[in-house]
């Protein structure tokens, strides 16, 4: 590869990096607390890419000055570049293009499981809900008190939840995936849906169900996967930050 090509692919993988740092399209892979570096190393890079080619450019004006009209080298180095540059069309689309955030496939090829922090939690009691007829939580949240807390806090409450639609093995689940640093270690948090109107919805579809947990079923054995009785089931649109913490 030419270097007039490597420079130009380090200036737009780094300004993809800066553009999804700003439009928000970072939150796909990264968590919130990585804008920072994310803007940086993008910046970086095309700093360097732009520092390259402006010596490069130095150089070669430097080295053609002594040169004549009749400088044939310097004539066919500019046409054998204009293929390289070609190459550059289907790379920018790739770069700048963003791909979704992880989904239904993931938590289909990745067993659910209690965060490890419910562990540490259990040494002493979850705290109690707080009031209200319906209480906002996360699946995360709610996964670990289903599975870990033995005051059962969760029995009798009405909740409500937001996740995307994963239809496995003849069962409807609501899951979030949970990250510790980005995407790459990501795992799933499920809850197992008793009706409520959402076997019809498409996987990955996002929705927001309000009920309750159908206390003693997370367990080890079905990866603490509670059931839920929802009262409701409203599609909602995807969040801007698909990731739980």
Request: charged share 15%; glycine share 8%.
């Amino acid at each position: 590869m030419k270097r007039e090509t490597q420079n130009i692919l380090l200036i737009l993988l780094g300004g993809a990096l800066v553009k999804i740092a700003v439009n928000g399209d970072y939150l796909r892979y990264v968590k919130p607390a990585q804008q920072p570096w994310v803007i940086t190393g993008g910046a970086v890079m095309v700093l360097l890419g732009a520092v390259a080619i402006v010596r490069d450019l130095l150089a070669a004006r430097a080295a053609a000055a002594p040169a004549g009209p009749e400088d044939h080298d310097g004539h066919a180095h500019s046409h054998s570049a204009r293929p390289a540059w070609l190459l550059l069309v289907p790379v920018l689309a790739v770069f700048l293009i963003a791909p979704p955030a992880l989904g239904s496939d993931s938590v289909i090829r990745t067993e659910a499981r209690v965060p490890a922090s419910a562990a540490a939690a259990n040494a002493a009691a979850f705290p109690p809900l707080p009031e209200g007829n319906v209480v906002p939580l996360t699946v995360n949240e709610f996964v670990s008190r289903a599975g870990w807390d033995s005051a059962g806090t969760l029995n009798g409450r009405t909740v409500s939840l937001t996740g995307f639609v994963v239809h496995t093995e003849g069962s409807t689940l609501l899951a979030r995936l949970v990250i510790s640093c980005c995407a790459a270690d990501a795992f799933p948090v499920t809850v197992r849906l008793r009706g409520g109107g959402a076997d019809h919805l498409a996987s990955d579809a996002w929705i927001q169900v309000t009920g309750q947990v159908v206390p003693g079923t997370a367990t080890k054995d079905n990866s603490y996967t509670p059931d839920f009785s929802p009262a409701s089931v409203t599609p909602v649109a995807a969040p801007k930050d698909p990731y739980e913490y």
